[in-house]
């Protein structure tokens, strides 16, 4: 009998592999003669390896103006993430490049090495304007090919070299080896990172987010930022209600035990292919709790699977929106969280000086 989900790979997230029909591209399904074929022939289906496709943009920051996060510009120095996190909301960008947000985009990576390069021509042109730049608000910059590529690290030598300020957002405990970079920029309020904890149970780790760091190597992380004088807050996000809900005061009661000033978070997104995925996360891994589930992120999501409007769609609506939120704040209270956001200061960066040009006398 074949399996019900013939695409799931070890240590992947994802249990399918569709390209999504919203752009008018063919759809890839496999043929139910083949998969009865296949898995009598050769049994559960090989892991899958990883590729990286090497990519040259033009520039480097991505600009946005919404209304409801804290930054206006941004730097992604790969697409897709080998982390696997199901309910990656970035997931459906892959399918601007005719390749699935299922698989494709856990397992089929793009690296952008010129990212430097486009950074210093950017940052030195006369009209720029310093803000704080977010790196991870996409896909992590410290997922596992930055060992190998060093892109977020080039990026952040640059930008204290120019001393400009900075925000991180990582499932990584990677972010410690660029640790004395940051130490040196958070003395001048230049750096801030946020560290994203889901869950503290392994196996539910393994399941939402199969190649991230273990969580106690995250609150490790957390930890060791914290006592090199480095702004660190735990990201308790998304938070998946019936699945890992319950774990709220006790991810901020270690989160505080680490070090952390605070915590945010924000409820399950699923945007696009997101919900189709994750539904099919949940068959997998969640059959008895599967409708339970969905049922209470579309309470939270006013009926739906998800909510693009602004405001709402980071925070959520209704009672169990309000829940967790009051969850939250008692929990921070009692553990002396702060609700202070990271203050960055802009007024002391200087434009790098490119090859070929001459520096300004003032």
């Not at 919203?22 to 289906?45: C, K, Q």
């Not at 909301?89 to 698989?103: E, I, K, Q």
Request: overall charge positive; proline content about 9%.
């Amino acid at each position: 009998m074949p399996s019900r989900f013939p695409e799931q790979r070890a240590g992947r997230g994802a249990t399918v592999n569709e390209v999504p029909r919203r752009f008018g591209l063919a759809a890839r399904e496999a043929d139910g003669d083949w998969l009865d074929t296949r898995e009598a022939l050769d049994g559960e289906p090989p892991p899958l390896r990883t590729t990286v496709t090497i990519e040259s943009p033009r520039t480097i920051i991505t600009k946005n103006a919404s209304p409801d996060v804290g930054f206006d510009r941004s730097i992604n120095p790969y697409r897709g993430c080998e982390h696997g996190c199901i309910y990656c909301f970035a997931r459906p960008t892959h399918a601007f490049h005719d390749l699935s947000p299922g698989l494709d985009f856990e397992t089929r990576l793009f690296a952008k090495p010129n990212a430097a390069e486009l950074l210093a021509k950017e940052l030195a042109a006369p009209s720029y304007q310093c803000r704080p730049i977010a790196f991870g608000t996409n896909t992590d910059p410290y997922q596992p090919i930055e060992g190998r590529y060093r892109i977020t690290r080039a990026c952040l030598e640059l930008l204290a070299g120019c001393r400009h300020p900075i925000t991180i957002t990582t499932k990584s405990d990677r972010v410690v080896s660029d640790i004395e970079l940051l130490r040196g920029m958070a003395r001048d309020d230049l750096a801030a990172v946020s560290i994203s904890v889901t869950s503290l149970d392994p196996k539910t780790a393994r399941t939402l987010e199969p190649r991230a760091p273990h969580p106690e190597r995250r609150l490790t992380a957390v930890r060791k930022l914290a006592d090199a004088g480095i702004p660190v807050h735990v990201s308790i996000a998304p938070i998946v209600p019936q699945v890992t809900d319950h774990e709220i005061e006790h991810l901020v009661e270690r989160a505080a035990e680490a070090g952390a000033r605070g915590v945010s978070f924000i409820p399950v997104r699923l945007p696009h292919e997101v919900a189709p995925l994750f539904r099919a996360w949940l068959e997998a891994h969640h059959p008895d709790r599967a409708a339970k589930v969905m049922a209470t992120i579309q309470a939270i999501r006013g009926g739906r699977d998800n909510d693009p409007d602004f405001f709402t769609r980071m925070k959520g609506h209704g009672p169990w929106a309000d829940l967790i939120r009051s969850r939250i704040q008692i929990a921070s209270r009692k553990h002396g969280l702060g609700r202070q956001r990271f203050q960055l200061r802009a007024d002391l960066f200087t434009p790098p000086v490119l090859p070929g040009t001459q520096m300004s006398l003032f």
